[in-house]
């Protein structure tokens, strides 16, 4: 059974930082983009920040651009995202995904498998 396990999230400051990551077990099939979700309180899920393998390109949420930082090491089947300068209103449960083959990555929908979430909290 394929498992996305993301880890990292929890309490910090405005301002701080945090650094998840998202690691994919049992890989039986290709990766074509990992991606990063979120879903704050009350609010619909909405696109973070994607990347794709090969070739390698990032994309971003305009709310979190110039302050998140999507990599992956393809060797260990993982991704990360690097969060800076954090505001209160990046608290979410955030939720790693993957597409097995090419479609949007802003579209909750053209992923194929998830992760359980990770819970970031950003105090004011």
């Known amino acids: 059974q394929v498992q996305l396990v993301e880890s990292g999230g929890g309490l910090v400051q405005a301002g701080g930082s945090l650094r998840l990551s998202c690691a994919a077990s049992?890989?039986?099939?290709?990766?074509?983009?990992m991606g990063w979700f979120r879903q704050g309180p009350g609010k619909e899920r909405e696109f973070v920040a994607a990347?794709?393998?090969?070739?390698?390109?990032?994309y971003y949420g305009d709310s979190v651009k110039d302050r998140f930082t999507i990599s992956s090491d393809t060797a260990k089947n993982s991704m990360y995202l690097q969060m800076n300068s954090l505001k209160p209103e990046d608290t979410a449960v955030y939720y790693c995904?993957?597409?097995?083959?090419?479609?949007?990555?802003?579209?909750?929908?053209?992923?194929?498998?998830w992760g359980q979430g990770t819970q970031v909290t950003v105090s004011s």
């Open positions: 995904a993957v597409q097995t083959s090419y479609r949007s990555v802003v579209t909750e929908r053209e992923y194929d498998y």
């Open positions: 049992r890989r039986t099939f290709s990766i074509y983009t």
């Open positions: 990347i794709r393998w090969t070739p390698v390109r990032k």
